[in-house]
C-alpha cells in the first residue's frame, strides 16, 4: 500500500495560486494518484488524478516529480469556496483510503 | 461521472433500533463502497459491497453490525443494526466508474 503524507493545514490568500503537496514515497509503478476535497458536510469531491504525466483540468493542474514519489496539487486562483480538507489518495486494491488531509483555508 | 443518490439524508433514531441507508446510482458500477465519516475525523471505509456476492468488511466492521446489500450493479444497501450513540456520524456511498464518486451522506443521530 502507497502511504500518502500532506501538512496538516494551509492558508491561501484569495486570488493566488494554492500548491498542496503530497509525498508518496512508496507508489508502485502502475498506481494512480488521487486528489479529492471535501467541503464541510458534504460527500467528497473529485478533483484530478494522475499517473505520471502531469495533468490539468477546469479545476486543478497535478504535477508529479519524475520520480513519482510526490506530486503537487494546484489550484490557481483560489476563492472562498476553495476553503475544504483536500485529499491525497493512492488507491490499494482499487479501494479509496483517507488519510487526515490537508484543511486549505483560503483567506479575502 | 456517475451520479449517486444517497436516502435518508439524515435521520434521528432509538439506541437499540436499526437503520437502513439506500445508495443508487444511475449507472452500472463494478465497484461500491460504504464509509462512515464520525464526528471532527476523516472518512474509514467500512466496506465493498460485491454485487451477488457478501461483502468485504475491513478491520474492525462486522457483518452483523453494519449488513450490506447490493443486489445490482446500480445499487446498494448499508443497515446500522443495533444503534448506540457510538453510531452517531455521516455515512458514505461510494461508487467507481473511471474515478471515484462519493454520495452526500446520510447523518445518523442515535439518542
Known amino acids: 500500500d502507497a502511504k500518502t503524507t500532506q501538512p496538516t493545514s494551509m492558508d491561501c490568500a484569495e486570488g493566488r495560486a494554492a500548491n498542496l503537496p503530497c509525498n508518496h514515497s512508496t507508489i508502485s509503478g502502475n498506481e494512480y494518484v488521487y486528489w479529492y476535497r471535501q467541503i464541510h458536510s458534504q460527500g467528497p469531491q473529485y478533483i484530478i488524478h494522475g499517473l505520471k504525466n502531469n495533468e490539468t483540468n477546469e479545476m486543478a493542474s497535478l504535477i508529479i516529480t519524475e520520480d513519482r514519489k510526490s506530486s503537487t496539487l494546484i489550484l490557481p486562483h483560489a476563492t472562498l469556496r476553495d476553503t475544504a480538507v483536500y485529499y491525497c489518495?493512492?488507491?490499494?486494491?482499487?479501494?479509496?483510503?483517507f488519510g487526515q488531509g490537508t484543511i486549505l483555508t483560503v483567506h479575502p | 461521472s456517475a451520479v449517486i443518490s444517497q436516502k435518508p439524508s439524515r435521520d434521528i433514531c432509538q439506541r437499540g433500533t436499526s437503520l437502513t441507508i439506500q445508495c443508487q446510482v444511475d449507472?452500472?458500477?463494478?465497484?461500491m463502497f460504504w464509509y462512515r465519516q464520525q464526528p471532527g475525523q476523516s472518512l474509514t471505509l467500512i466496506a465493498t459491497a460485491n454485487q451477488g456476492s457478501e461483502a468485504t468488511y475491513e478491520s474492525g466492521f462486522v457483518i452483523d453490525k453494519f449488513p450490506i446489500s447490493r443486489p445490482n450493479l446500480t445499487f446498494s444497501t448499508l443497515t446500522v443494526s443495533n444503534m448506540s450513540p457510538e453510531d452517531s456520524s455521516i455515512y458514505l456511498c461510494?461508487?467507481?466508474?473511471?474515478?471515484?464518486?462519493f454520495g452526500s451522506g446520510t447523518r445518523l443521530t442515535v439518542v
Open positions: 461510494s461508487a467507481r466508474e473511471g474515478q471515484y464518486t
Open positions: 489518495i493512492v488507491p490499494s486494491y482499487g479501494k479509496l483510503t
Open positions: 449507472s452500472q458500477v463494478t465497484m
